[in-house]
Each structure stands twice: as structure tokens, then as C-alpha cells.
């Protein structure tokens, strides 16, 4: 199956989705098919093998799977709200932005997929030994309010500073994770907090130097890097096509555990398809190494997620409550540690 591209929006707009929740009215395509979105990160190896091996097609029967590519959660999250798919693969962050927007009624997390798969790099020749070095620097993560960008901006404020726009001395550069490893290779950042495969290309291709993974800094070593969501609308009126998938969605969790060189092909095959160029096997296979494919999910962690998210002002003034957030219509429930 083909997996398509969907044109990149002005995903800053994260905050504005709000703006767009009320085109939400039932407006469900009649079309026999679900609509699903992810990105193209190793850490998305679940759908991306999912759609590969027609895992999916073979529990769906009838039912067609479209794919979309984006380049970031919040753009996943509002291709969600304004109904150009049913479900996404996205990080928690994004994810808990997106509920916390709709008051709770919008979206749900039906499943984990990915744990881990994020990393702070700095240049090769750089003298950053901790968070005291980073006053001065430029420091680049994806998108404003994906899982990445929280990371950093949550670190530092933990460690006493502030980006630039807030009044500090760190400049924080909000770009897609291709512009990344093209300004980190020209030596106009000093690090980047980016997910796989971008922190192991900028290692191994650019000299770059890994001074922490992110689950260091993460109870029990993990943190959810990749959920399975959808609209809320779309689960409770197609309960049936979303367990089928489910079903395809945990198959390919568990053959890319019991098939790790497989896994790496069908993910450097898919990413020459998507970008025309081809990534060393040395790296795809570094990459994977960061991140664990499950669908446990931990419920701890995007608690502490969103506490963030509110720290850094991206949910808003107003009190919040994830009371609500796991689909609840479905027969299979995720773990939730």
C-alpha cells in the first residue's frame, strides 16, 4: 500500500485549535475506509510496518486504510479536529494540548506504540557538560508544543532558564526536524533535543555528541513517545473498525519485537520511498536501539506530561483534568501502569 504525504500546515497553530474544534459535527465520511496519520520517525515503525505487512487490511476486510504523513503532532492533532482523519499516531504531548483544547471531548488514546527515541545533542567540538552551559545558546527542537519541544523547554525550566521570547538567554528554534540536521550541520546551533532517527544522524553523520538520552531523565528509565489516538466522535460511532485495527496495530507490535533486521529494512525501504534518500543501516539500527515498541501505556507519564505542558503556559490559565482520557468504548483496554 502506498503511504501518502499530507501537506504541511502552519503547526504553530496548536494554540489555535481551539479555533477550529467547532468544524467537529458528526461530518464523518461515508466513505468505507479509516483515515490515519503518523509520522515518518523510526519511532513510528508500528504503523509504518503495520501498513507494509497489511497487517491492518487483514483485520479491516473491507474497510480501506488511508495514510497520511505529517510532520508534527499538533498538525496530527488538528488534521484530527478538523476531520481529515479518524485516527493518529502522535506523542503525549501534542495529544494532551488537543484534549485539554476540546474540553476533554474531542480526542482519546486507545492504545501506546512507542517508548523512548529522544535525545539532547550537541556539537562535537561543543564544551556543554550540563544545564549551566546552556545560558547564550541556541538550542533547536520540532515543532511549538510537540512531545520534543516540551521536553526542552521543561528542562529548562527545571534548571533555571528561560528562552529568549520569555525574557531569557536561551534562543530556542521551533523547526522541522530535515531543517534541523541541515543548521546543526552548518554549525548555527549549539544542540537539539530531536527524536530518531535525527539524534543518531547527527552523531554519526554529523559528529555530533549525545550528552543524554531523554529517558535518563525519566522514571524507570521510559517515557511515551508515541500513542495511538483518535477522535472521540469517530470511536464511539465505529467501535467495530477501530478494535479490527487494533488488532492489526498490536500484530505489528509484536513482529517488530520478534523481527528487529526485518523491522529495519521495511523502515529504510519506506524511508527512501518517502524521502528519496537512503539512510546507512548502521544508523537505522543505532536508532532503534533508543526506543522499546509497546502498547503499555503509562498513565504516570502523561500525567507529568501535561503538568508541564500547563508549567510552559500551552494549556492554558484554567485548571484541567485528564479524567477522561482513554477510549472507553472499546472491548480490548490498554495497560495503564
Known amino acids: 500500500m502506498k503511504i501518502l ?17 467547532s468544524v467537529i459535527s458528526g461530518n464523518y465520511s461515508e466513505k468505507n475506509e479509516v483515515r490515519v496519520a503518523f509520522f515518518a520517525n523510526i519511532s513510528h515503525a508500528v504503523p509504518i510496518v503495520g501498513v507494509e505487512n497489511e497487517y491492518y487490511g487483514d483485520h479491516l476486510g473491507d474497510t480501506k486504510i488511508q495514510t497520511k504523513i505529517v510532520d508534527s503532532g499538533p498538525e496530527a492533532i488538528e488534521a484530527l479536529f478538523v476531520n481529515s ?3 493518529a499516531y502522535v506523542g503525549p ?6 484534549y485539554v483544547k476540546s474540553g476533554g471531548n474531542g480526542i482519546k488514546i486507545i492504545s501506546g506504540a512507542a517508548n523512548n527515541g529522544a535525545s539532547f ?3 562535537k567540538d561543543s564544551t556543554i557538560s550540563g544545564p549551566s552551559d546552556l545560558a547564550g545558546k541556541k538550542i533547536a527542537a520540532p515543532f511549538i508544543g510537540n512531545t520534543q519541544d516540551v521536553s526542552l523547554r521543561n528542562y529548562l525550566e527545571q534548571n ?7 525574557g531569557g538567554n536561551v534562543i530556542v528554534y521551533n523547526i522541522a526536524n530535515p531543517e534541523i540536521y541541515t543548521i546543526f550541520a552548518k554549525g548555527e546551533i549549539d544542540a537539539a533535543w530531536v527524536p530518531e532517527p535525527t539524534a543518531t544522524m547527527l552523531v554519526e553523520q554529523l559528529g555530533g555528541k549525545r550528552l ?10 521510559r517515557f ?3 500513542l495511538l489516538v483518535g477522535r472521540a466522535d469517530y470511536i464511539e460511532k465505529h467501535p ?3 478494535r479490527k485495527f487494533l488488532l492489526g496495530h498490536e500484530q505489528s507490535i509484536q513482529w517488530i519485537n520478534q523481527n528487529p533486521d526485518k523491522t529495519e529494512v521495511i523502515y529504510i525501504d519506506f524511508y527512501k520511498d518517502h524521502t528519496g534518500k537512503i539512510l546507512p543501516t548502521n544508523i537505522v539500527h543505532n536508532s532503534f536501539s533508543q526506543i522499546s515498541f509497546t502498547s503499555d501505556i503509562d498513565s504516570e507519564a502523561i500525567t507529568l506530561f501535561a503538568e508541564r505542558a500547563y508549567s510552559l503556559g500551552y494549556l492554558g490559565r484554567h485548571e484541567y483534568n485528564l479524567d477522561d482520557i482513554y477510549a472507553k468504548t472499546l472491548e480490548a483496554t490498554p495497560w495503564q501502569s
Not at 93 to 98: C, H, Q, R, S
Not at 212 to 221: A, G, I, T, V, Y
Open 5 to 21: 504525504p499530507l501537506a504541511g500546515a502552519a503547526v504553530a497553530a496548536i494554540i489555535a485549535i481551539s479555533v477550529v474544534l
Open 85 to 87: 482523519v479518524d485516527l
Open 93 to 98: 504531548a501534542p495529544f494532551v494540548n488537543g
Open 121 to 123: 545533542v550537541i556539537q
Open 160 to 166: 533555571g532558564l528561560k528562552p529568549a521570547e520569555k
Open 212 to 221: 543524554f538520552s531523554e529517558q535518563d531523565l525519566w522514571p524507570n528509565k
Open 224 to 226: 511515551p513517545s508515541v
Open 240 to 242: 467495530d473498525v477501530v
